[in-house]
């Protein structure tokens, strides 16, 4: 039976949701708990264990999602691949766990939380999300989230108390995800069956995965370097600290897109299988339409109100939180188009190497552009090494995107939202300039600016907001008529 995108979107926004805005609940309480340099030691230390992670899974996360719903409806195959993956993941994360201890857990300034986060790495053994993200049974991932990720909100206002608890911080992290990926297994039996040790066949997976491993690379360098770069060139984790903060404004911005795009990813490569162009097709134009759509106004938004915000959200001493909001702000466009072009296409009919060139690319840039704009502008130089560097690898794939759709095709969708952020963004910048800091003059400016956003949308008859209302209209009806 075929998923509806719609509720899958649903359940993977608020998996993202989750993953992302809980942290933001409790960001304005461990900022003035723990104080700029603890959370800098945490962003800083993060990005260090990621680079193990991101060995230890190489590009079996994204592999396994395509493999998997290519074979949605072959229960034998696809448990064969599930467990012949597992098995690769568990090597290859098993010699990252022991190069992490011996180089970073051992001794040194932050060998207690090194020694911690390699919980996170043993977590990893045990993420097995992919596979259901192929299966497009999304709605297992939430239910597991919405558990674990509470309990570690509760934990945290519990427990935190001083700058001397950072520790127990990472604790609570990694403890969480560790949990949540377990309990995963649980469902693990109804969609798959006993399969034999000898007709299992590692060698297959070896250059695919490698081949997805390189670009995973170069997008971290871009996602995760920066901070680690921020703390050697400035040695300053106060500006680590900033640079984290802002940074999780951006990425819970970015759920939204985020989510949609792990739905399609399933959806494509499924039709991409079944040589079906014309889904191909009429899911990419909704991607890029959902894509203008949203980061438009998050864009303008952001820039409009972050002098007001970040006052009141994180308190004293992360003034230096605003110029790097506003500097990373416009990066919400190309993540949000390279989402499409990239791992939503690219990769899910199979054209790797062109993604792995881009992807390249970019992280070259981005890292020569750090070296530079670092020294000069600290975080904010990093914020804008990223959206050159973003906007370069969209460049190149959009090369290679031309038989779905050209670059004018791609800019024409977006008019109507542009115009409606314009306005948006003079009404909002107005009433922040006039209004004083506090919450509930956010709050109001964000309103206003939504409701100017739409407003604009209406007068300028988009289509795809109409479309949007029609078929809530339409769930809210059908659903109405079942319980009547």
């Given at each position: 039976m075929k998923k509806s995108i719609a509720k899958n979107y649903i359940y993977n926004l608020i998996y993202q949701m989750?993953?992302?805005?809980?942290?933001?609940?409790?960001?304005?309480?461990?900022?003035?708990?723990?104080?700029?340099e603890p959370i800098g030691i945490y962003g800083y230390t993060i990005s260090i264990?990621?680079?193990?992670?991101?060995?230890?899974?190489?590009g079996i996360s994204m592999y396994g999602q395509r493999q998997i719903a290519y074979l949605q409806q072959d229960k034998k195959e696809r448990s064969k691949i599930f467990w012949e993956i597992i098995i690769i993941r568990t090597i290859t994360l098993s010699i990252s766990i022991l190069l992490f201890y011996l180089v970073y857990g051992r001794s040194g300034e932050y060998a207690i939380y090194y020694r911690i986060l390699i919980i996170q790495l043993v977590a990893n053994l045990f993420?097995?999300?992919?596979?259901f993200q192929g299966l497009e049974e999304f709605d297992k991932t939430v239910v597991r989230n919405l558990i674990v990720k509470l309990l570690s909100l509760v934990l945290i206002f519990i427990v935190i108390k001083t700058?001397?608890?950072?520790w127990k911080y990472f604790a609570i992290y990694v403890g969480a995800e560790l949990l949540g990926n377990m309990t995963l297994w649980l469902y693990l039996p109804k969609y798959t069956e006993k399969i034999k040790i000898k007709s299992l066949q590692l060698k297959n997976h070896i250059k695919p995965t490698l081949s997805l491993f390189v670009p995973q690379i170069a997008v971290q360098i871009y996602t995760v370097l920066d901070k680690t770069m921020i703390?050697?060139?400035t040695k300053d984790m106060v500006e680590v600290g900033y640079y984290e903060q802002a940074q999780k404004i951006i990425k819970a911005s970015l759920t939204v897109t985020v989510a949609l795009q792990t739905v399609m990813n399933s959806r494509i490569a499924n039709a991409y299988a079944r040589k079906d162009q014309k889904e191909i097709k009429k899911c990419l134009e909704s991607s890029f339409n959902f894509v203008w759509f949203l980061t438009i106004p998050m864009m303008f938004g952001l820039i409009a109100i972050s002098s007001k915000f970040v006052p009141w959200y994180y308190g004293e001493g992360f003034d230096g939180v605003i110029p790097i909001m506003i500097a990373t702000a416009p990066i919400l466009i190309p993540i949000g188009l390279n989402g499409i072009t990239g791992t939503q296409y690219l990769v899910q009919i199979g054209k790797q190497k062109i993604y792995t060139i881009s992807v390249t690319v970019g992280a070259i840039v981005n890292v020569l552009l750090n070296l530079v704009l670092i020294h000069f502008f600290?975080?904010?130089?990093?914020?804008?090494?990223?959206?050159?560097?973003?906007t370069v690898i969209l460049l190149i794939q959009l090369k290679y995107f031309k038989e779905q759709f050209t670059i004018l095709e791609i800019l024409k969708l977006s008019i109507k939202c542009l115009?409606?952020?314009?306005?948006?963004?003079?009404?909002?910048?107005?009433?922040a300039n006039y209004m004083s800091v506090s919450i509930i003059n956010t709050i109001i400016q964000a309103a206003a600016g939504m409701i100017t956003y739409f407003i604009m949308l209406i007068i300028l008859k988009y289509q795809f907001l109409k479309d949007i209302l029609n078929q809530v209209i339409s769930g809210v009806k059908k659903k109405l008529g079942k319980e009547n």
């Amino acid at each position: 039976m075929k998923k509806s995108i719609a509720k899958n979107y649903i359940y993977n926004l608020i998996y993202q949701m989750l993953t992302i805005l809980l942290p933001l609940i409790t960001t304005p309480y461990l900022s003035r708990v723990l104080g700029a340099e603890p959370i800098g030691i945490y962003g800083y230390t993060i990005s260090i264990v990621t680079y193990f992670i991101l060995f230890g899974t190489l590009g079996i996360s994204m592999y396994g999602q395509r493999q998997i719903a290519y074979l949605q409806q072959d229960k034998k195959e696809r448990s064969k691949i599930f467990w012949e993956i597992i098995i690769i993941r568990t090597i290859t994360l098993s010699i990252s766990i022991l190069l992490f201890y011996l180089v970073y857990g051992r001794s040194g300034e932050y060998a207690i939380y090194y020694r911690i986060l390699i919980i996170q790495l043993v977590a990893n053994l045990f993420d097995i999300s992919w596979f259901f993200q192929g299966l497009e049974e999304f709605d297992k991932t939430v239910v597991r989230n919405l558990i674990v990720k509470l309990l570690s909100l509760v934990l945290i206002f519990i427990v935190i108390k001083t700058p001397d608890d950072l520790w127990k911080y990472f604790a609570i992290y990694v403890g969480a995800e560790l949990l949540g990926n377990m309990t995963l297994w649980l469902y693990l039996p109804k969609y798959t069956e006993k399969i034999k040790i000898k007709s299992l066949q590692l060698k297959n997976h070896i250059k695919p995965t490698l081949s997805l491993f390189v670009p995973q690379i170069a997008v971290q360098i871009y996602t995760v370097l920066d901070k680690t770069m921020i703390g050697q060139i400035t040695k300053d984790m106060v500006e680590v600290g900033y640079y984290e903060q802002a940074q999780k404004i951006i990425k819970a911005s970015l759920t939204v897109t985020v989510a949609l795009q792990t739905v399609m990813n399933s959806r494509i490569a499924n039709a991409y299988a079944r040589k079906d162009q014309k889904e191909i097709k009429k899911c990419l134009e909704s991607s890029f339409n959902f894509v203008w759509f949203l980061t438009i106004p998050m864009m303008f938004g952001l820039i409009a109100i972050s002098s007001k915000f970040v006052p009141w959200y994180y308190g004293e001493g992360f003034d230096g939180v605003i110029p790097i909001m506003i500097a990373t702000a416009p990066i919400l466009i190309p993540i949000g188009l390279n989402g499409i072009t990239g791992t939503q296409y690219l990769v899910q009919i199979g054209k790797q190497k062109i993604y792995t060139i881009s992807v390249t690319v970019g992280a070259i840039v981005n890292v020569l552009l750090n070296l530079v704009l670092i020294h000069f502008f600290n975080g904010v130089g990093a914020a804008i090494a990223s959206v050159i560097a973003e906007t370069v690898i969209l460049l190149i794939q959009l090369k290679y995107f031309k038989e779905q759709f050209t670059i004018l095709e791609i800019l024409k969708l977006s008019i109507k939202c542009l115009i409606s952020g314009i306005v948006m963004f003079i009404v909002v910048f107005l009433l922040a300039n006039y209004m004083s800091v506090s919450i509930i003059n956010t709050i109001i400016q964000a309103a206003a600016g939504m409701i100017t956003y739409f407003i604009m949308l209406i007068i300028l008859k988009y289509q795809f907001l109409k479309d949007i209302l029609n078929q809530v209209i339409s769930g809210v009806k059908k659903k109405l008529g079942k319980e009547n």
